[in-house]
């Protein structure tokens, strides 16, 4: 199964795509949309949304995954951030992918094994998860924790349902 995880953000929108068969991981690509600070705001999330679509459409994940938005100190970036995260929600769901939304801790404790992890730490997971990847950046490498983090829970549940189906036909 193909996943698509992305790290919203106004001026860099981080994707990591990768692959699971079964408990095997592989990257696939990750990179970064960046958006023109110059332009208006809504401009630059048509930029995002834009940018998003197009890794959609080049890479056809069967499944999607975004970081859920932590309140900054600055009332204004948080709006503006969650304005991001919609464009970002909406690029996935108008392909027809699932979505799955995860909190920075619950990302951070399925890929490092802690909720608190700092960024380094998620860098040196993700690069041993995905053997010979090369991280475009800092963004990338967060939105390729965010397709993880939705790949061992999507692994997860599948074998859940097959337990429930078994004890069913039981």
Partial sequence: MRFIGLDPG?????????????????????????????????????????????????????????????????????????????VVLLAPALSGLSVGEYAPNHIKKSVVGAGHAEKAQIHHMVKILLPAVEITGADAADALAVAICHAHHAASNRAYARAAIAAGAS
Avoid: C
Avoid at 12 to 30: K, Q
Avoid at 31 to 52: N, W, Y
């Fill in 10 to 86: 106004l001026q860099r929108t981080g994707w990591g795509v990768i692959e699971a068969v079964g408990s095997r991981l592989s990257h696939v690509a990750n990179g970064t949309v960046v958006s023109d600070p110059k332009d208006e705001l809504s401009a630059r999330l048509r930029q995002i949304f834009e940018g998003v679509m197009a890794v959609i459409e080049r890479y056809r994940p069967q499944a999607a995954a975004v970081e859920e938005t932590f309140v900054n100190k600055n009332p204004v970036s948080t709006l503006k951030l969650g304005q991001v995260r919609g």
